[in-house]
């Protein structure tokens, strides 16, 4: 076991370069800067599995650079979705793992002060491991394709951009928690001009909750309204649960658990 402080990019990079098969990551912030290195020092066949919290709010602020994700994406890699994580684990060939306060960004790896572990031992990578399997497979992860990215874009086109000040002396991280907006106040609109469909209506219905959080009741209270537009169809729930799984994987709902959700726009 060896402690990591920061800075500890140059350990990682080296990790990410000895890698023969695989790299697994989860990390909540992720910016452009620090995949790029990851990209141009991984051996290309190296497959990259990401697992970050795919949200409006942290997109919109900066704390999460959808660039980041394309680049990943585009160099053998995979995205997946769950909003509630908090975790930074980073897996290399599932033989050495960092457990760290690190997020994949240059303030994790250098600016901040973080702390961590490397580990080989064999019965804690393969805990490890086990762990993040069912995290990547859980029923609450959804997947991140080039096409939610598409969306996501087309939507904040249409916000106005975040004023950032600045400071003679010093500046503020962008991966900072105080940058990370929980609910983004955005113009309905919005996101309307980017759905459509099942999609638009049952955004439509979730926006006439009037709280944040709400449950599988509260969305289905408008299976009436629903089957007033769509009369052919016999499956109104079962078609609420998916759009609120497309609308999870635009970083529009976090899904809560126990069939408890969130709307991240207000």
Same mark, same amino acid.
């Given at each position: 076991m060896k402690i990591l402080t920061t800075p500890w990019k140059n350990d990682f990079l080296d990790l990410v370069a000895g890698s023969e098969q695989s790299i697994k990551i989860t990390s909540p912030f992720v910016k452009a800067n620090i995949c790029r290195e990851l990209v141009? +020092?991984?051996?290309?066949? +190296?497959? +990259? $599995?990401?697992?970050t919290s795919f949200k409006l709010p942290s997109i919109y602020s900066g704390s999460l650079d959808l660039s980041a994700l394309e680049l990943i994406i585009?160099?053998?890699?995979?995205?997946?979705?769950? @909003?509630?994580? %908090?975790?930074?684990?980073?897996?290399? *060939?599932?033989?050495?793992? +960092?457990?760290? /306060?690190?997020?994949?960004?240059?303030?994790?790896?250098?600016?901040?002060?973080e702390y961590?572990?490397?580990?080989? $031992? @064999?019965?804690?990578?393969? $805990?490890?491991? /086990?762990?993040?399997? #069912?995290?990547w497979n859980g029923e609450n992860t959804g997947s991140v394709r080039q096409t939610d990215i598409d969306s996501v874009k087309d939507i904040l086109n249409q916000l106005p951009k975040i004023e950032t000040i600045k400071f003679p002396t010093f500046s503020i991280d962008a991966d900072s928690p105080e940058q990370n907006f929980e609910v983004l106040e955005i113009s309905n609109d919005a996101v309307r001009n980017t759905l459509s469909g099942w999609k638009l209506e049952v955004f439509n219905c979730l926006d006439k909750i009037?709280?944040? #959080?709400?449950?599988?009741? *509260?969305?289905? /209270?408008? $299976?009436? %309204?629903?089957?007033?537009?769509? @009369?052919?169809?016999r499956n109104i729930k079962d078609k609420i649960r998916q759009q609120l799984q497309y609308l999870r994987d635009l970083g529009l709902v976090e899904f809560l658990g126990a069939g408890n959700y969130r709307k991240l726009w207000k």
């Open positions: 141009s +020092v991984k051996k290309q066949t +190296v497959e +990259v $599995e990401l697992l585009s160099n053998n890699g995979r995205i997946k979705n769950f @909003p509630k994580l %908090h975790s930074k684990i980073y897996l290399f *060939d599932e033989k050495q793992a +960092v457990i760290t /306060s690190g997020n994949l960004t240059n303030g994790g790896l250098l600016r901040n002060y961590g572990i490397l580990t080989d $031992e @064999p019965n804690t990578i393969k $805990e490890i491991c /086990s762990d993040f399997k #069912n995290l009037n709280n944040q #959080n709400f449950t599988l009741n *509260d969305i289905y /209270s408008y $299976e009436k %309204h629903l089957e007033k537009i769509y @009369p052919t169809n």
